[in-house]
Structures are given as structure tokens and as C-alpha cells.
């Protein structure tokens, strides 16, 4: 490892600057970079091995909106379906709920599914899936929404791991 001065540009500007950036030899960067990359994708292979499926046939049906990679995952805004699965997640704009909060509700899952790995589905997906059929019921018994979807696990732990807005730099690993 060794220091040099060399050009780059800021985050916050775009313009080139001049400055010092810490080196590592390419052999200690770029194999710890793809093993970190294979780690996360074997960590989370279910959910994103469930999650193509789900893209392709969203993909295949028309359904896709708006197709984007934020916060380090590939985005699909959609009609009505909500959900995330590894690398993928599906979002829509929900029932007079800001677009944004929606997605970052949804970004708070993938940080549950990197937490938790394979246990991601059990742990979290069939608890989840459980509330949307309960709200399903609520809405067609009562005719309401049922206002204590996201107040149960899993739902509030996935808004407490949410960023707090777009862009925030402690999720958008680009």
C-alpha cells in the first residue's frame, strides 16, 4: 500500500480535484471486491434467485413502470406489487403514501434480507406475506385500510433499518 497524489472527482461537485488517496496493490482490491460481491450473492441467493423470476415475468407482462438501480439494487416501480427479494425490489406508489417513503420501506427490507441471508424468507417473508393477507381480508371485511400493517414484525423493523430520505449515503451503495 502506498500514498500518491492523484486526480478524482468530488461527490458533491463533479469537478476534477487534486488530492491524496490511499492505494492498495490491485491484487488486494480487486479479488476482495468481487469476494465480497460472490459473498453477498451466495448470502442472498433465494431471495434473489426468487427475485428474477419475479422480475422476468413483470418484465414479461408489461408491468414494469420504471426500472432504475438505487441504493445499490435494481428498483422496479410497478402497478400494485410491492415486495423485495435480494438485488430486486418492486415497489409501487401506494394508497396516498409518499412514492419515496414506499421504496425506502422496501430498501429497509433488503437490509433485513443482507442481515439475515437464507433465513431472509422464513423469518421475514412468510411473516410478511401473512400481514398483506390479513390486510386484504381487513380491507374486504370492513371496507378500510388496515391502519397497523407496517406497526408488527417485520414491517416496523424494516422502517427503522429504511434510509430517512433518497439518497441518504449510509444505503446508496452504488
Known amino acids: 500500500m502506498h500514498e500518491t497524489e492523484t486526480e478524482f472527482e468530488t461527490e458533491t461537485g463533479g469537478r476534477p480535484t487534486r ?4 492505494l492498495h496493490a490491485p491484487s488486494a482490491t480487486c479479488p476482495g471486491r468481487i469476494c465480497s460481491v460472490v459473498l453477498f ?6 431471495q434473489s434467485v426468487l427475485g428474477a423470476l419475479v422480475l422476468a415475468a413483470v418484465l414479461l407482462g408489461g408491468s414494469a413502470l420504471e426500472v432504475s438501480r438505487r ?24 394508497s396516498g403514501r409518499d412514492p419515496e417513503e414506499v421504496l425506502r ?3 429497509g427490507h433488503t437490509v433485513q434480507s443482507r442481515l439475515l441471508g437464507p433465513l431472509y424468507l422464513p423469518v421475514v417473508g412468510l411473516p410478511s406475506m401473512a400481514r398483506v393477507g ?12 388496515w391502519r397497523n400493517y407496517r406497526k408488527g414484525f417485520p414491517e416496523n423493523w424494516a422502517d427503522r433499518l429504511a434510509p430517512r430520505r433518497s439518497g441518504h449515503r449510509r444505503w446508496d451503495h452504488r
Open 105 to 107: 420501506h422496501e430498501i
Open 134 to 145: 390479513y390486510a386484504m381480508l381487513h380491507r374486504r371485511r370492513y371496507g378500510t385500510r
Open 19 to 22: 488530492g491524496k488517496r490511499i
Open 41 to 46: 450473492a451466495s448470502w442472498e441467493l433465494p
Open 71 to 94: 441504493y445499490g439494487r435494481v428498483c422496479v416501480r410497478t402497478g400494485r406489487l410491492g415486495v423485495s427479494l435480494g438485488a430486486f425490489v418492486f415497489w409501487f406508489r401506494g
